[in-house]
């Protein structure tokens, strides 16, 4: 066997030859740069290069590997090696069992949103319900929500273009584009100040400006501040965004939305300013409040 090129002389191009020879030098690879789980994660990446699944590497570790392809395992090694988080190396995220395109312009779709996704679809009171995502980044909350809520149809917003190109590939792959309509705008501002939806469904930028000192670094080099940090308290984008989704809920409306740790409180007292009900407050695996779930009363 002999070794490809070593680019910028890190020594991260795996050995050409074979799957197992190069899952094994890979995973000495990242294992040295003290990336967490280095033997999956060089698995995963493999399986990227190859298009196949992560069983189909496991299971055929004498497959030869071309050159090509080695050359293309070694430069997502090094991007690995270099913090990059696995969801942008690969390009890939699953959500609530969603394959779903992940790029430097969206968050990574997180576990514990799966929880919003998960209320949403146990308390809303139609079958048909007309929803809204606001902040759609990937399109995580929205597309999910209409696959496993196939008569519902609505909107995904987002302040980025680049964001909502994003959601728009995924809706099409996910079979849901016919039912999201997408807009580029701040918050329910694209929206006419009156009732119109079932469900508004968020998880805005909740980090405070003093938190996000202490964002590890594959967070604060890589995802996009935008989608994290929404001022000095965190809670500036909930001020401005449960007001207006008071106005445009139906009667007996929901509002779920994402809240990081300590918020659950103070995001249930503005729900409750602004005229609607808290029905639950669901914590995550962790056991931390995640979700705040509220809804507008039917007067």
């Not at 007309?130 to 999910?144: H, L």
């Not at 469904?201 to 003093?210: V, W």
């Not at 300590?262 to 409040?289: F, H, K, M, S, W």
Request: neutral net charge; charged residues 25%.
């Amino acid at each position: 066997m002999t070794r490809s090129a070593r680019p910028g002389g890190r020594g991260l191009e795996p050995l050409e030859g074979t799957v197992g020879a190069a899952l094994d030098e890979g995973g000495r690879s990242l294992a040295r740069a003290r990336v967490e789980s280095p033997r999956l994660t060089a698995e995963l990446l493999l399986a990227r290069v190859l298009e196949i699944d992560r069983v189909g590497v496991l299971t055929h570790p004498e497959a030869p590997l071309t050159e090509r392809a080695a050359a293309e395992f070694g430069r997502l090694l090094r991007r690995a090696a270099e913090g990059e988080p696995l969801a942008y190396v690969t390009g890939r995220r699953e959500f609530y069992g969603v394959p779903l395109e992940v790029t430097p312009d969206v968050l990574i779709p997180r576990p514990e949103t799966e929880i919003l996704v998960e209320r949403a679809l146990a308390l809303a009171a139609r079958a048909t319900a007309r929803f809204v995502d606001v902040g759609t980044g990937s399109g995580a909350i929205a597309i999910s929500f209409a696959v496993f809520s196939p008569r519902s149809s609505g909107w995904a917003t987002d302040v980025s273009r680049q964001a909502l190109g994003v959601a728009r590939r995924n809706a099409a792959a996910a079979g849901a584009a016919g039912r999201i309509a997408f807009a580029a705008g701040d918050l329910l501002g694209f929206f006419a100040e009156r009732p119109a939806f079932d469900l508004v469904l968020a998880n805005p930028p909740y980090i405070s400006a003093p938190e996000a000192a202490s964002l590890p670094r594959a967070v604060a080099a890589y995802e996009p501040a935008v989608a994290l940090i929404a001022g000095d308290s965190g809670l500036e984008i909930f001020r401005r965004l449960i007001p207006q989704a008071a106005a445009r809920l139906r009667p007996d409306g929901l509002l779920l939305l994402e809240v990081g740790m300590g918020q659950a409180d103070p995001v249930a007292g503005l729900a409750c300013a602004a005229g609607l009900r808290v029905e639950e407050i669901a914590r995550d695996l962790q056991g931390i409040p995640r979700c705040v779930a509220s809804r507008k009363l039917d007067l």
